[in-house]
């Protein structure tokens, strides 16, 4: 897919008119990070414990702007040393950076949006910048992971379930159907619109519903996985206590069998959340959303450095994130959702 160069000016009131480049000089490989705000973003320190785990020199850099023209721009010209290997993508830019795009990878096709840039060379040994989405690896290897393959293979078949309605949503819908082979999506999400614009956007045959109320939950088949796509919040408003009643439905009424698992994307500031709580009180099994951070980042280092993703490497990677947090806690606080509420993995 090759998509036609349309530069798209700063938004009106950025606090950015032109994109300022980072110090790089130190640096023999680099890599960034593109989106405002990510001066809290733990993707950096991602990569720099892949890059001390695997001896791949190379790290990440935060260029935070709205200014994404004066970005790509850079990134076009971008000077020979150090070694420019990519990009990732964050809000509010996911979508917005597809026009500046040579390629997208058929998972950036069907998800409608990116969070990583890298790059290869065209049969004409021209240098072409690619996009993709790796939050659909990262989702799919935290089930594949921590999941046995029987019961991979017994979720097989079955609708999977996603709380939340934002950018991570439709990845999620991808994984579900691509690798994790689910018959059919539930959404459940407090903004009725949100959910109608997911469904019209994406490109899929299978069944996307919209489960709205109680009433919609009852006489169906439960979701084996269910992914929750939002931040930790108590719920107030109407709609907001609905999500949570028809998400309490799903995960109470179903036999120990028919149990799955529990992918719950938030991690920030803490992992162990009120959804987390709900589904471990009711015996399904909770992975938590590091796991899908570290597995869409590992892809990137993958794109971009020819990092070899293991078994080992994935455990040793997550293993380092979850003790430097518990040595520079973040303190929990009770964090009120934007209008349009979402996890993004990037960040």
Request: hydrophobic share 35%; net charge negative; charged share 20%.
């Amino acid at each position: 897919m090759t998509i036609e160069l349309q530069a798209q000016p700063a938004p009106e009131g950025s606090e950015a008119a032109t994109f300022s480049p980072p110090p790089i000089t130190h640096l023999s490989n680099v890599a960034y990070l593109v989106g405002t705000p990510i001066a809290h973003s733990s993707s950096p320190k991602l990569h720099d414990s892949i890059s001390a785990s695997t001896g791949v020199s190379y790290a990440q850099l935060l260029a935070e702007t709205k200014d994404l023209e004066s970005f790509m721009s850079y990134v076009r010209d971008h000077p020979a040393v150090p070694r420019l290997l990519g990009s990732g993508v964050t809000m509010p830019h996911k979508v917005s950076v597809l026009p500046y795009l040579d390629h997208l990878t058929p998972e950036a096709e069907a998800v409608g949006a990116v969070n990583t840039i890298f790059f290869r060379h065209g049969d004409d040994g021209t240098r072409q910048m690619w996009g993709t989405n790796t939050d659909v690896i990262g989702i799919r290897d935290a089930f594949l992971s921590n999941l046995d393959e029987g019961l991979i293979g017994n979720m097989k078949g079955r609708p999977g379930l996603i709380v939340g309605g934002g950018g991570t949503c439709r990845a999620a819908i991808y994984a579900l159907e691509r690798y994790l082979g689910c018959s059919k999506v539930y959404i459940i999400n407090r903004d009725r619109k949100e959910v109608e614009a997911v469904i019209s956007d994406t490109k899929t045959d299978l069944e996307i519903r919209h489960i709205a109320s109680i009433s919609d939950a009852k006489g169906i088949e439960g979701p084996g996985l269910v992914i929750s796509a939002i931040p930790d919040f108590e719920p107030s408003t109407p709609s907001e206590v609905m999500v949570r009643e028809i998400l309490k439905s799903f995960l109470s009424r179903q036999s120990v069998e028919e149990r799955g698992a529990v992918l719950e994307m938030c991690y920030h500031p803490s992992p162990d959340t009120r959804i987390t709580k709900l589904a471990e009180g009711r015996g399904w099994k909770v992975i938590g959303g590091l796991e899908a951070m570290v597995g869409q980042g590992l892809e990137q280092a993958k794109l971009w450095a020819g990092v070899e993703v293991t078994r080992e490497l994935r455990v040793g990677i997550t293993k380092s994130l979850e003790n430097g947090r518990a040595k520079d806690p973040i303190p929990s606080r009770q964090v009120r959702p934007p209008a349009s509420n979402h996890i993004d993995m990037a960040t």
